[in-house]
């Protein structure tokens, strides 16, 4: 019987991704606002973009009616909430 060749990439785990997130946040902390090198400026945009994730929408595209501001919500949340309630179950 024939096995199958292991893939050459190892499936990255959500507290290796979040371990990640929080050394960027660390060297962002760090990074002298004088300093406009091309890591520098990746950085600088990598925590604008979390910020924008994270932070709540602006008002133009806040939804009036409670189906809409349900669905918005599911579609943000939905998706790391699904993740760790599979990770959560027995």
Same mark, same amino acid.
Request: without cysteine; charged residues 20%; hydrophobic residues 50%.
């Given at each position: 019987? !024939?096995?199958?060749? =292991? ?7 959500? &507290?290796? !991704? ?6 960027? +946040?660390? =060297?962002? @902390? ?8 091309? !890591?520098?400026?990746?950085?600088? !945009? $990598? ?9 709540? /929408?602006?008002?133009?595209? +806040?939804? @009036?009616?409670?189906? @809409? $501001?349900? /669905? ?9 909430? &699904?993740?760790?309630?599979?990770? &959560?179950?027995?």
């Amino acid at each position: 019987m !024939q096995q199958r060749p =292991r893939s050459p990439y190892t499936p990255i785990r959500w &507290l290796h !991704q979040l371990a990640a997130l929080m050394a960027q +946040v660390s =060297r962002a @902390e760090r990074l002298q606002r004088a300093d406009d090198s091309l !890591q520098a400026r990746r950085l600088r !945009q $990598r925590m604008a973009m979390a910020q924008r994730l994270l932070n709540p /929408l602006p008002s133009p595209l +806040v939804a @009036e009616a409670w189906g @809409e $501001r349900w /669905l918005w919500t599911a579609l943000r949340w939905g998706g790391p909430a &699904l993740l760790l309630a599979l990770w &959560l179950r027995p």
